[in-house]
């Protein structure tokens, strides 16, 4: 079997809530206090990835984490019940659901020892997101398992945050063939912090063994953090041969440009000026939190949440685009509003991992006979809906709980999983 793109998408969990703990995502914070709806998250995403299958991309799963994290309050000298406000909101947080935060990826044709790399990200930035990595680390060593072809790595360790593939981009020929690796990390946001720390990026990029003259670092610009494009992925995306940015996304732009065209000739860049959508336009419809992908038929879509379409500068500008003789040729608009609502569109959602499928745990790979089978677990079993005060009913507590075992017991992976 060849070598695969492979989209892993994190199934929304059921403590998915709104409690405004990412300083910096402008949704995160203008929802905090309002009423989440767990099932119906969980079956929007669902429905996004019965979409890609149906486009003829190949689908992964990544599992929700156990909620609330227990060993994380234990090292806080509490426990769900004691737990103050923030802190336990913290604990129940379901933001592991944003796979594109999982890890950094490397294919195997990019390292030194011709096998796919994985590091986990260390999220230390946010901690409601901290102490995600321990059981991301945990999933992934069970998903790619086989030593022969993947290296699953541990953190950077602190304080050199790392948000993972969010802030990552990588450019070929085709998924198959080396590529040039693109890290990017920020050093100032004017209110917001900066997520990704230039030392972490060197840190991957080292581990994974990569090609110092095939691997670029590149600054975001300050602008763009400020506005609100916490990660590189609010405002840049990368597929193939193709990078498509808002024209504020960097830093030093003439200059990157100028080391990626030396480092990759074939490359194409679809640049959005800021004079036809604003970076608040773009922040806001998520336009390039998009999954940029191959179809089957070498072309190339853009698979865009609902609200580029309902923002009229987007929505112009990326018809007039798609009208063109350009490389984006289909727009694919997807219904992920839960998700968006709490500031993570389409690509936020998944990892990209390009290897040979058969190289993967097979519970991990989806097909639409597996989704049906949960999404009859997310309808029987997801809570309705929570508000932030709902977190400390035991009840709901038990709810969540009770879930995620089944879940995981339906996917027989309970022996391999332990909370």
């Known amino acids: 079997m060849s070598v695969t793109e492979i989209n892993f998408d994190g199934l929304i969990g059921p403590s998915h809530n709104y409690a405004g703990l990412s300083l910096g995502n402008l949704a995160s914070s203008r929802n905090a206090g309002a009423v989440a709806y767990p099932r119906a998250a969980a079956l929007q995403g669902i429905e996004k990835m019965r979409g890609n299958i149906r486009l003829g991309l190949a689908q992964g799963l990544f599992l929700p984490q156990w909620r609330p994290d227990g060993t ?9 019940g004691a ?5 336990r909101a913290a604990a129940m947080s379901a933001s592991s659901m944003w796979a594109a935060n999982a890890a950094t990826v490397s294919p195997a044709s990019d390292t030194a020892d011709g096998r796919t790399h994985l590091t986990v990200a260390n999220l230390v930035t946010m901690p409601h997101r901290s102490h995600e990595w321990p059981q991301t680390l945990a999933q992934l060593r ?12 541990a953190p950077v360790p602190a304080p050199f945050g790392d948000e993972g593939a969010a802030n990552h981009m990588r450019l070929c020929d085709h998924h198959g063939a080396a590529g ?11 209110p917001f912090p900066a997520r990704q720390h230039l030392e972490a990026s060197k840190a991957v990029a080292r581990l994974h063994g990569l090609d110092p003259a095939r691997t670029l670092f590149v600054e975001q610009s300050e602008e763009a953090i400020a506005a609100g494009a916490f990660h590189n992925d609010v405002v840049a995306v990368a597929n193939e041969r193709v990078l498509f940015a808002h024209e504020l996304a960097f830093a030093d732009k003439a200059g990157f440009y100028a080391d990626l065209r030396a480092a990759m000739p074939g490359v194409e860049i679809v640049e959005v000026p800021a004079s036809a959508v604003s970076l608040a336009d773009a922040i806001k419809s998520y336009l390039f939190n998009a999954q940029l992908v191959t179809l089957p038929d070498g072309g190339m879509a853009l698979i865009l949440p609902t609200e580029a379409q309902e923002t009229p500068a987007v929505w112009q500008w990326l018809e007039q685009m798609v009208a063109g003789n350009g490389p984006i040729r289909r727009l694919v608009p997807v219904d992920v509003r839960q998700s968006m609502a709490n500031g993570g569109g389409p690509a936020c959602l998944r ?12 519970r991990f790979l989806m097909d639409e006979g597996k989704l049906d089978g949960i999404a009859r677990i997310v309808t029987d079993y997801w809570p309705e809906q929570i508000a932030p005060d709902d977190l ?3 009840r709901l507590i038990a709810r969540i709980e009770q879930s995620w075992l089944t879940l995981v017991d339906h996917l027989q992976l309970s022996g391999d999983l332990i909370p």
Request: proline letters at 6%.
């Open 180 to 190: 040039v690796e693109i890290f990017v990390y920020g050093r100032s946001g004017g």
């Open 351 to 362: 990892l990209r991992v390009v290897a040979v499928p058969a190289t993967i745990d097979p």
């Open 142 to 153: 069970v998903a790619f398992s086989d030593l022969r072809a993947f290296a699953v790595h």
């Open 83 to 87: 737990a103050e406000p923030h802190i």
């Open 72 to 80: 994380w309050l234990a090292q806080l000298g509490t426990d769900i």
């Open 392 to 394: 400390s009913d035991t």
